[in-house]
């Protein structure tokens, strides 16, 4: 290529990769309202990282999209109450008896109802939660269930109910394949859940809403949940001799709830939706979890899949309904029910500032990197920071445009391993380039030579780096299947811009340098230097 | 580099990685790893209020939640209780399309699972007894809660098994391919360099009892087994590119191995330091919560530079010797066979 040929291709490629730059790395409000936001503050979903400045900024009333942390709530089992909401309950009570019971020397209707109150929620040793005091426990009497005796000792059904429903959550907390998911069990009778900040509002709503659901599946239809009609379910058979399971599923942006059906299940439902208008409710615990509606106009036959959709449905708010409904049906059976009690959200895991000091170590390590290739390499330094960029804003772009990647710890661990690839395969090749030139070769010759030399051996190392990332992404989940298929993008990358795109760049930088020698600092005898 | 393979030093190299490997089986079967970094047992104080105290203040320039925060960590040390983690709470509601502050708030301190539990009963008194005595309405009227509760975790090991499988599938692909690309001799030593580096990570982490989140040891170990695939297969490379150089015509895969540890050591060592440093830098500089990772990371990164100058090429030197000397002999005994007929034949 020729010089003026290079310059102008050198100058395409500066103001690309300054365009790039900017759109990877700037934020801004113009206009009062309207925002520029970088492709890394686009990049949600992270536990462990925070945004400090987002943070400060969405704090002032601002919405922004990123700020990391998660959001945590605990269920407590039907029977089970915090202090709180018993000392609450008690203090209404108290207010309506003492409201009605001026006067009267006989006990009025509120005044029992402050006594049975207090007499029926306990204390029992080593909890802090009051526990509904009965004979029983018995779901299908409310009135007269409880979960511990009136000496404090746990009901045995209630206790074997729990523990059902505790690994029914765990299983849909573990199959969500949410990264920094947490479930802990708080004071013996209560299952804190911790849900990292998810991409969609909605879908973090309806992940802890379906969470929550543990129970009996009902399939019920009508045209609103209360008057539904139940299934009708022969004698000696369950709901699950009409459902099997459920599962998500994504297909050409639509993502639905797959019911898998037997064909009972099939006529049931096909009879019900090809005669009537109205919804089907999926019920867990008694709660509908979906309901798709039906028109006699639009029935056709029920197949032995029945897909539900929703236009608030993302990924992983149909996973958490699918999950709900399958483990409720093929897991640990249990008849308890949970409510939610208050929702929090909670701060990055590592403290409001870490994304921004990730960044710092990034810069730090990359300026490690450059300050060695100048001093060792001078002015073809310049051709590794090019390769180095083209390397780093389309890994920056494909982070963005991936959806189930993002900012995070495993992220960052995969691009500076990439970055590491990149510069020993740069060293490897320039090493071998120069141990030709001191061997009296022409630096075109030795550049020709090096990486014939090297780019086998490069090319190896880099289809074997990517080979393993992308098996290990295919298998692993969460944080494991993030970070392989983070590095083996890099590799792939890597291997395009040492190979490919830095011989190109060498070869037009170098051109305007008339000693080429120099240009690479590569020190050599006279004779050698005249060859050029 | 030629030292590296000499029996004395792979006999001291082999006894301490059986040894790591040996105990931390033992010690993982009896003990698992520790999980601290996850605080699978704890005591957890949670103070949660409302509106009042979250947009009041008691004085100029402090905030209601930063003075009843003070307070309530004065109690917790007169009580002699130290917490190991503080969290931030922030109300939030179903507002519809999400959800969004509902101006409630509260703090969530961590304490160890080994603190007394009687501590915490008369830190919550002594916490009601300051809110009930407190005059600024910030505060007094702030619905403050306070409650104290044992919380274990309910460890979720789906991703740790899939993990496992994911490491070890990824691992033989890549080493197929180096096999293939370089011979099975090759494949093999990566193999075992890798599994090496896998199990002694993970042995050194049981073995250590250093603090981990549960992702840690898979993640390290996978970093580990990573690693040593590329690193072997930079000597690898070297090895072949000095095979392939008419130069070495001669040598045998002893001498040819030797030869490639000498002018590929440097690379090796070079790449595992950038590694480290990068795993350094990105603990060091970021963050305290960051920090924790870098230590085991560091194990992970050293473990393959001892398998792929050391292990590797004292398995793969008897493996080549012996694959090249049966070639040489099926070579030698076909085509002196096929010569000696031929020229039977022509005479």
């Known amino acids: ?532 | 580099m030629t030292k590296l393979r000499s029996n004395k030093v792979f006999a001291i190299f082999v006894a301490l990685s059986v040894a790591v490997i040996a105990a931390g089986i033992i010690l993982y079967a009896l003990m698992g790893f520790n999980y601290a970094q996850d605080k699978p047992k704890a005591y957890v104080v949670e103070i949660s209020y409302g509106a009042t105290v979250v947009n009041g203040e008691v004085s100029d320039g402090v905030s209601a939640e930063d003075y009843l925060q003070e307070k309530c960590e004065e109690i917790f040390e007169q009580q002699g209780l130290r917490y190991t983690d503080k969290t931030s709470l922030e109300g939030v509601s179903d507002s519809g399309s999400g959800f969004s502050p509902n101006e409630n708030g509260g703090v969530r301190y961590t304490f160890s699972a080994d603190s007394d539990v009687e501590k915490f009963g008369a830190a919550q008194t002594a916490v009601e007894a300051f809110l009930a005595a407190e005059t600024a309405p910030a505060v007094a009227n702030g619905m403050v809660v306070v409650s104290y509760a044992p919380v274990s975790n309910l460890a979720l090991t789906k991703a740790a098994w899939r993990g496992a499988i994911a490491i070890a599938v990824g691992a033989i692909v890549a080493l197929a391919y180096l096999t293939i690309r370089f011979g099975v001799s090759c494949g093999v030593a990566g193999l075992v360099c890798c599994a090496h580096d896998a199990l002694f990570t993970a042995a050194f982490f049981a073995l250590t009892r250093i603090p981990l989140f549960s992702f840690a040891p898979l993640l390290y170990a996978a970093v580990a087994a990573l690693l040593s695939v590329i690193l072997w297969t930079i000597v690898c490379i070297v090895y072949r590119t000095g095979k392939k150089d008419p130069a070495n015509a001669g040598l045998n895969a002893s001498a040819l191995t030797d030869k490639a540890l000498s002018s590929c050591w440097k690379y090796v060592l070079c790449a595992a330091a950038a590694v480290m440093a990068v795993i350094a830098v990105l603990g060091l500089v970021a963050v305290a919560g960051t920090r924790s990772l870098v230590l085991p990371a560091l194990i992970a990164a050293l473990a393959p530079v001892y398998s792929s100058l050391v292990l590797g090429p004292r398995v793969f030197v008897p493996l080549r010797t012996k694959f090249d000397r049966r070639r040489a002999d099926k070579k030698g005994g076909y085509f002196a066979r096929k010569k000696k007929a031929e020229t039977q034949t022509k005479e």
Not at chain 1, 165 to 179: F, G, M, P, T
Not at chain 1, 202 to 219: K, N, P
Not at chain 1, 458 to 473: G, M, R, S
Request: charged share 20%; glycine share 8%.
């Open chain 1, 1 to 532: 290529m020729g010089k003026k040929k290079s310059a102008l291709f050198l100058v395409l490629v500066t103001v690309l990769l300054l365009g790039l730059c900017f759109m990877c790395t700037t934020s801004f409000l113009y206009g009062g309202y309207k925002g520029f936001y970088s492709v890394p503050s686009m990049t949600q979903k992270d536990a462990l990282l925070g945004n400090g400045f987002a943070e400060g900024y969405r704090t002032q009333g601002n919405s922004i999209s990123y700020y990391g942390g998660g959001y945590t709530t605990v269920y407590y089992p039907e029977g089970v109450i915090t202090e709180k909401e018993y000392q609450d309950s008690l203090a209404s009570l108290q207010a309506a008896a003492d409201e009605s019971g001026k006067g009267s020397g006989d006990e009025t209707p509120e005044e029992k109802a402050l006594r049975e109150y207090r007499d029926s929620y306990i204390k029992i040793d080593g909890s802090t939660f009051r526990f509904k005091a009965a004979k029983k426990y018995d779901p299908d009497d409310a009135e007269n269930s409880g979960a511990v005796t009136s000496d404090g000792a746990v009901i045995e059904e209630f206790q074997t109910a729990f523990d059902n429903a505790v690994a029914q959550l765990k299983q849909r907390v573990s199959e969500l394949d949410l990264e920094h998911a947490r479930i802990d069990v708080v004071n013996g009778y209560g299952v804190q859940v911790f849900v990292p900040t998810l991409s969609s509002k909605a879908a973090q709503v309806s992940v802890f809403d379906s969470l929550g659901h543990v129970g009996e599946v009902t399939v019920s239809y009508g045209s609103d949940e209360a008057s539904a009609t139940p299934l009708a379910i022969a004698k000696d058979e369950t709901v699950r001799d009409y459902v099997k399971g459920a599962y998500a599923i994504s297909n050409a942006g639509t993502t639905a709830v797959a019911l898998r059906l037997t064909k009972a299940g099939q006529k049931a439902i096909s009879d019900w939706t090809s005669a009537n208008d109205g919804s089907l409710y999926i019920s867990v615990g008694g709660k509908a979890i979906v309901n798709p509606s039906y028109q006699t106009s639009d029935s056709a036959t029920i197949g032995s899949t029945l897909y539900i959709t929703r236009t608030d449905f993302t990924k992983d708010s149909a996973k958490a309904i699918a999950l709900t409904i399958d483990s409720a049906l093929n897991g640990k059976q249990t008849d308890l029910t949970f409510s939610m009690g208050d929702v929090y959200r909670q701060n990055a895991l590592f403290g409001d500032l870490a994304l921004t000091l990730c960044y710092a170590a990034f810069g730090v390590v990359t300026l490690a990197m450059l300050v060695f290739f100048f001093v060792r390499y001078r002015r073809l330094g310049f051709v590794h920071l090019y390769t180095f960029l083209i390397y780093l804003f389309p890994m920056i772009l494909l982070i963005w445009g991936i959806p189930f990647l993002h900012i995070g710890i495993e992220t960052f661990l995969a691009v500076l391993l990439g970055m590491v690839l990149l510069s020993v395969s740069n060293i490897v090749t320039y090493e071998s380039a120069r141990r030709d030139v001191f061997q009296g070769k022409t630096v075109a010759t030795s550049i020709k030579n090096g990486y014939k030399k090297c780019f086998w051996g490069l090319f190896d190392l880099h289809i074997i780096a990517a080979l393993a990332a992308f098996v290990t992404y295919f298998i692993a989940t969460t944080q494991l299947a993030t970070f392989a298929f983070t590095f083996g993008i890099a590799a792939v990358l890597s291997g395009l811009c040492s190979l490919a795109i830095g011989r190109f760049l060498w070869a037009t930088m170098m051109s305007f340098s008339k000693k080429k020698a120099e240009f690479c600092h590569f020190k050599v005898d006279e004779g050698a230097q005249n060859n050029d």
